[in-house]
């Protein structure tokens, strides 16, 4: 395959803000809505509240403490303390959902991507030229310091143990990561914490009326994923960050995150077959799209295991002159450092990604400059107290993650390939083998994919009492803007789940297994049936897993739901 030639500049444009008059001449938003200018130097948000030891630290498990009663559940799962909402808080909260709800309309990444494929068209070049309509060049993006991430399974877990890492080192951080479990605005981070919803609108505001301004036609608009990573630039350029830890969205050689040409260091996760319709066939083909990402004399670090991808990224990283390295496992690393008994105590995903993040930490602290710089060895093996303490305050909700509720004890973890199902059912096989309480599946895999093979997985690694196949659909109730696909109606996730419902019984059937099975309407009506079945003094083991997008349904659902709930809410 051909070499990505490098990208030039499409269009010169002012930075200087667009004039109020032609700004409302054209806003298509609420009239009340302004422009604010971009502060000089905004002010440092406080860092993410981290977890006591046992709650959602790194053995990803929350238990109850004095105060539970008082806590929702997406506060149990993001480690957050309800605080008492006042009028200014609900006008940010109004004005942040109206911006989710404009920003449903633009396209989805997938389709993007699978568009730039059909039609031979240039992802890169059409994100810088909305990049510069939106008011920044490529050279002032390019003086960020990046880590660059991509992969198939544990791009975000290794940026965000990365990420963590850095911060024990004092540095100043912006995350950039996709896709986010309740609301948008996690998917940019400051300092470990979602982007307030404040600062969010304000970015949204000034790019989107910008881009809005300067269209050339009726769709002349970039797609979600594409908008939102311009919104992070802006958002990073404008915190003054030391560094960003940016995850790829999909692929890699054609994903809009990919615009950079200087990035100094990059990790590659594991690998598997993803989104074949978009990245190709074969696991070589994936490999090539995600080594994309290399760039000229770039250190690159990975733990793929695969040799025919390894042969792949190291042809990739020689045609650029790069450096790659293959890390440890991480039972090797920490036996050689004598903590052993450290990871022991870790979340699984510390196990399948920590080393890849220490590597990718190490080599950026060597290649920083100033206060910050750590002359390392390449390939260090060594670990700091910085590293330990990155790693234990990492939170990364969603992974192999169990929170405490309402009498359950709820499983989440987002794996959606066969090889990361695997790793969720070894997970909860360990979390509930001393158990006796009913144990409920509830899954869902968002897209085309086929799921026989993770359906397979899932029925031949643990036992359910009760299946529940849902949408990604909270309740009947209208979804917070936060949750609408913008690829799927929710007849159509209905339809999927009742697919999906129907290649387990055809599994059971053949293993002649009892199908305990069955497709429910919303997650709302899953939940309410398991209390129906078992009765709230009844303590249940609930494996939530298969798409992210399901985990925060069930999140938002949860919080509204107590075990004593009458099914009011929806109907099965």
């Given amino acids: 395959m051909p070499l990505r030639k490098p990208l030039r500049s499409v269009r010169t444009i002012t930075t200087i803000c667009l004039d109020v008059a ?19 130097k905004p002010p440092i948000l406080k860092a993410l509240p981290r977890p006591a030891a046992g709650i959602n630290g790194i053995n990803g498990c929350s238990q109850p403490q004095p105060d539970q009663m008082k806590l929702t559940f997406s506060e149990l799962v993001f480690s957050d303390r309800r605080r008492t909402l006042t009028e200014q808080d609900a006008r940010e909260e109004a004005e942040y959902n109206a911006d989710i709800e ?17 039609t031979r068209c240039d992802t890169l070049a059409i994100t810088l030229k909305y990049l510069e309509r939106s008011g920044l060049t490529l050279e002032d993006v390019e003086k960020l310091s990046v880590i660059h991430v991509a992969g198939t399974k544990g ?80 958002v990073f350029i404008a915190e003054r960050v030391d560094v960003v830890v940016l995850e790829v969205g999909i692929g890699g050689e054609l994903d809009c995150t990919n615009i950079l040409r200087n990035v100094r260091t990059a990790g590659i996760t594991s690998l598997s077959l993803e989104h074949t319709q978009v990245l190709g066939n ?38 650029k002159h790069a450096q790659l390295f293959e ?58 107290d910085e590293v330990l303490h990155g790693i234990s305050q990492a939170n990364w909700p969603g992974r192999c993650q169990l929170v405490n509720y309402e009498n359950m004890r709820i499983h ?99 293993n ?12 709302w009506d899953a939940f309410v049936e398991m209390r129906t079945r078992y009765p709230a003094h009844i303590e249940l083991d609930v494996l939530i897993t298969g798409s992210i997008h399901l985990l925060g349904a069930a999140i938002l659902m949860l919080d509204d739901f107590h075990s ?4 009011t809410n929806g109907s099965t």
């Fill in 22 to 40: 032609l700004l409302n001449s054209t806003r298509r938003m609420n009239s009340t809505i302004k422009l604010r200018k971009l502060a000089t």
């Fill in 564 to 567: 004593e709930s009458k099914a």
């Fill in 282 to 319: 074969t696991i070589k083909e994936i490999a090539w799209q995600k080594a994309g990402i290399i760039k000229p004399g770039a250190h690159v670090y990975t733990h793929v295991t695969q040799p025919e991808c390894l042969q792949v990224i190291r042809e990739r990283a020689a045609e």
């Fill in 155 to 234: 791009k975000g877990s290794t940026c965000a143990l990365t990420e963590s890492i850095l911060r024990q080192y004092g540095a100043r951080t912006g995350f950039y990561s996709s896709p986010h479990l309740v609301s948008t605005n996690e998917r940019i981070r400051i300092n470990g914490e979602p982007l307030a919803k404040a600062k969010f609108t304000h970015f949204f505001r000034l790019v989107y009326d910008r881009l809005l301004y300067g269209r050339e036609h009726d769709r002349d608009m970039p797609a979600f994923f594409m908008f939102l990573t311009i919104v992070g630039f802006h």
């Fill in 102 to 118: 404009q920003l449903k309309i633009l396209q989805s990444n997938r389709e993007s991507i699978q568009n730039s494929i059909n």
């Fill in 412 to 510: 989440l973890d987002g794996a959606h390939t066969v090889e990361s199902i695997r790793v969720c059912c070894n997970w909860y096989r360990k979390s509930t083998k001393s158990s006796r309480n009913p144990s409920i599946l509830v899954f869902n895999r968002t897209g085309d994919t086929d799921t026989k093979a993770l359906l397979q997985v899932l029925q031949q690694s643990c036992r359910f009492d009760m299946v529940c196949f849902v949408p990604n659909l909270s309740s009947a109730k209208a979804n917070d803007p936060n949750q609408t696909s913008v690829c799927y109606s929710d007849e159509a996730q209905r339809e999927r789940a009742s697919l999906i419902a129907a290649t387990w019984q055809q599994l059971c059937d053949a």
């Fill in 327 to 384: 890390v440890p496992q991480a039972e090797e690393l920490f036996a050689l450092n004598q903590r052993s008994d450290y990871l022991n105590s870790c979340n699984d995903y510390v196990r399948l990604n920590g080393c890849l993040a220490i590597a990718l930490a190490y080599d950026w602290l060597r290649q920083s400059t100033g206060r910050l710089h750590r002359d390392y060895p390449l390939n260090w093996l060594q670990l700091t």
């Fill in 512 to 523: 002649k297994q009892v199908n305990r099975g069955r497709m429910y309407n919303t997650v």
